[in-house]
């Protein structure tokens, strides 16, 4: 097929893997969703991630349809599928979320619109021919650098508590493998503006897998159903990591023990402190 024709063969090998394994990270809250729906709640789950990860991929969408190269069809094809899949997540968020929660759901989603015309406005307006690639590649770049600041959070907290319960190993590979993809494909396309974020998200994806290999026998985590203390709150983990063309997921909780489903979404972390007993402290990523 024509749209597949190019110079450099790696450029659309890195380009169908990291097609791949981008949709299989976008996949990853499934469970979470699924969840929702069966129990007709959002149970403290925040749509943050998935208004801005649909945000992150309608501007990476626009980027891609300014660019001449018949290559630019893999950057259109896994941005289309993240649209839609993020826009589901949202749709069902706003179905089954509390009012409070739907109303700021509803003004981000207002925000993201906004935000989105103005960019398509003056673009069009104060750029032409490669100018205007330039501006939205930049402002692409910018966006996709404070996704990917999103996992330092979780770091710090695997760092505080010396444990990697809440940072799925298989989740920090796929991220990690999916930034490395897309920042050989931006190489081999010497396109600056996929490459240059995704160097980040490589970064971030060796210090996770860093991460493993130093805390995956340290201290367990022990969690507790909340009634049982009334001083702490619900307990709820749902973490957003993106690749370079914004990839939102989630950490589900209920992978502890099938046998505990009444703990499913009600937890404390136990830390053992060394001279003063247990403390509890909930854990809020």
């Not at 394994?21 to 943050?48: D, H, N, Q, Y």
């Not at 759901?105 to 690639?133: D, E, M, P, Q």
């Not at 508590?161 to 920042?183: Q, R, Y």
């Not at 494909?185 to 980040?200: I, R, S, T």
């Amino acid at each position: 097929m024509a749209i597949f024709t190019t110079d450099n063969p790696w450029v659309l090998i890195f380009g169908v893997l990291g097609n791949i394994i981008s949709i299989v990270v976008f996949l990853a809250p499934v469970p979470t969703f699924w969840r929702i729906c069966r129990r007709k709640s959002t149970e403290g789950f925040e749509s943050v991630p998935y208004v801005v990860s649909l945000f992150s991929a309608m501007l990476w969408l626009y980027y891609a349809s300014l660019k001449s190269e018949s290559n630019a069809f893999l950057l259109i094809t896994v941005n289309s599928v993240g649209c839609v899949i993020e826009t589901i997540y949202v749709a069902l968020y706003i179905a089954y979320a509390p009012k409070k929660a739907r109303m700021l759901t509803l003004r981000l989603l207002l925000l993201n619109f906004g935000g989105y015309c103005s960019i398509l406005l003056l673009s069009h307006f104060l750029a032409k021919g490669s100018a205007r690639v330039q501006l939205v590649g930049w402002i692409c770049v910018a966006l996709s650098v404070a996704v990917f600041a999103a996992p330092l959070s979780v770091i710090r907290m695997v760092i505080r508590t010396k444990s990697v319960e809440f940072m799925p190993f298989s989740l920090s590979l796929f991220l990690m493998l999916s930034a490395v993809t897309w920042l050989l494909y931006g190489l081999f396309l010497k396109d600056l503006y996929v490459a240059c974020p995704n160097v980040l998200g490589v970064t971030f994806g060796v210090l996770q897998m860093a991460l493993h290999a130093i805390y995956r026998k340290g201290n367990t985590i022990v969690m507790e159903e909340e009634n049982n203390d009334a001083s702490v709150g619900k307990q709820s983990s749902d973490i957003q990591s993106c690749n370079g063309h914004a990839i939102a997921s989630h950490i589900d909780t209920n992978v502890f023990d099938e046998d505990k489903e009444k703990c499913e979404r009600s937890f404390i972390i136990l830390i053992e402190a060394p001279d003063k007993g247990p403390v509890a402290t909930p854990s809020e990523v």
